[in-house]
């Protein structure tokens, strides 16, 4: 009898805690406007300005993310974005990083970082055991047209469409230097902040069928992954200079 | 001297008390069984009595990130929020199998509840301090409205998810989509993990958002 009241009580506690939760969903977000950017944003201002890129490598410090192989993904993320980043570099790019050590960062100061750039495309970097060659995701939010102070969890919901088309040259990137790809759409915390064309990156085990499979811990498969991405913002760059 | 007619008087109560007896303690037998039978039966086991019927799985495949629907048949319990448990936890048996092509441990045990309320009719019209009804009407009368379902996960089932933005968005749009699926009147849905509302699933997916049950983002949340 003891046990039936305390198991009613606990579902009327959860029962509460569900209202709770679709009140919240009601209230909640419009009340975080994307706070303005403390800094005057790079914008470029004429089409000789730098083209800039933001490359977010995932995770870091206290934040380990996903384990791969003896590591973990915060390192295969830093050491994707060190390779990335120089590769850009010596191809014009200006390069804005969120994270350059081990050091812990949140969602919202990553997605601040990339929005005080004015970026032309912003790439969270990441890496899994689950799945196979490079998963592509954009934002599952729903296109909107882009306003001046927009909420601050889904303020890449203005971006989402030129976010699919970067995804898009990417993806055509990828599979010309062989790597299989699959694209989606996910609500990832950060990626969702960002006012810039923002894709998500994640490397995967490489599962070639007669042959070992390719961790993505491994630097040979990093640096390819590394040249097919900057071949790709190169395109990307040379699609957004065309009238 | 005892007389004839008292013995037989004797033989007959008796017999009568013994035959009492016998009726008392079948009786008895009968109860208690009644008594084990109603405590077996939690409400997340489908009664013996539950037709069987068709229930969808759209099971997640993290090869090339698909989900492919699956049927089965099963007994299913009337109350729609024990059904939906119930096909939730078939959908996580699923992928706690050891040669799952979306492996997550977990299984069933993984669901504590499912809560199908309303959609807040604010979300299909804004919402205005002149419509006070819609706080005195119970929110269950309404029988044929779109409805939110509140998802509550264990926490061990989301410390024992493996990391990634595909696997766990896979989980997500798997278990939003079988919802869908088999309830169709389920068309947003939100997750808790133990009653708290969590962040990620494992550090990726983002669990504070209302999901769409087709497996979108709500565009209610993209707006405001
Ligand atoms: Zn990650």
Redesign the interface.
Known sequence: MRSTNRSHARRTALQAAAFLVAATALLAPAQQPAPAPSAPPVVPSSPTSRFVVVLDAAHGGDDSGARIDSGSEKDVALALSVKLRSLLAARGFQVITTRESDATLDAVHRAEIANRSGAQACLSLHATESGSGIHLFASSLTPAAPTRIPAWKTAQGGFVTRSLALAGVVNSALQHANIPVTVGRTALPGVDSMTCPAIAVEIAPLHPANAAITSPADPAYQSQIAEALAAALLEWKTEARQP | MIRRYQTVLFVILFAASVVMGVVLWQLRERAHQRLITGQNSTPTQAPEVAPAEKATFLVAN????SLLGQEQILPLPQDPGARARLILGKLLDIYAASNALHPVPGGAASI??V?L?PV?S??TSR?TSSRPASASRPPTEDSTGPQ?A?V?LSSAFVAGH??????E?LT?LSLCGTLHANLPRVAQV?F?VD???R??LA????L????LAA???S?E????
């Open positions: 993290d090869a090339d990130s504590e509840e809560f309320l807040p604010s979300e919402p939110l509140v509550n493996p990391a990634g933005i595909e696997t968005s997500v939100r808790l009653g708290q509302p962040a990620t550090g990726h997916a983002d504070t958002r209302t999901y497996g979108a983002v565009p949340g993209a707006q405001q």
